[in-house]
């Protein structure tokens, strides 16, 4: 099955998106954030905790030390600024993709990668890029087309002595009488 899109941008895109997302409503105006803010939006004056992405959230409390690059106790804009480039150069693992996409994705999109991780992830590095889920869509479209219009055997074609096996024969005249 093909992947309707040309490529991964629409998972890379609602995952750096939900990232930085996070970020900037837990950080609100401050130089960073702690493990607290993120563990406890609520008791830093957040006006609408319910705009607050779960997931997103989750990943940053429990991949913190990635993030704080600098070990402060703090994330900071650059830091998460460095980490998404990161994930943009070297991809997203499986667990990342079920972790950061399983809201507000193409479903069709997510599973289609989740379910051939291993084809789409093709260098063996545990992880899929947004190269790497283009690549698959191609040649899974080539496949589908190759399915769907299979090559003429030109071996067995000649335009002096045409063989059965490579001309349709077409019903005789008096046959076509007769049927009617």
């Known amino acids: 099955m093909s992947i309707k899109t040309s490529n991964g941008n629409s998972i890379f895109a609602a995952t750096l998106n939900g990232i930085r997302s996070s970020f900037y409503y837990l950080a609100q105006g401050k130089d960073g954030i702690t493990l607290e803010n993120i563990i406890n939006p609520s008791k830093e004056g957040n006006m609408y905790p319910y705009m607050m992405n779960y997931s997103f959230s989750s990943y940053l409390a429990s991949n913190f030390a990635n993030f704080d690059t600098n070990g402060d106790g703090k994330i900071t804009e650059n830091e998460i600024n460095a980490y998404t480039n990161k994930l943009t150069t070297k991809g997203l693992s499986y667990n990342e993709l ?30 899929v890029t947004n190269a790497e889920i283009a690549a698959y869509n191609i040649d899974q479209q080539r496949e589908e087309m190759e399915d769907e219009f299979p090559r003429i055997n030109t071996n067995s074609i000649s335009i002096f002595y045409p063989s059965s096996s490579s001309v349709e024969t077409q019903p005789s005249k008096s046959s076509k009488s007769s049927s009617k």
């Open 98 to 127: 079920v972790q950061l996409c399983s809201q507000g994705t193409s479903n069709s999109l997510l599973e289609t990668v989740l379910n051939n991780f291993s084809q789409v992830d093709t260098n063996g590095d545990g992880r």
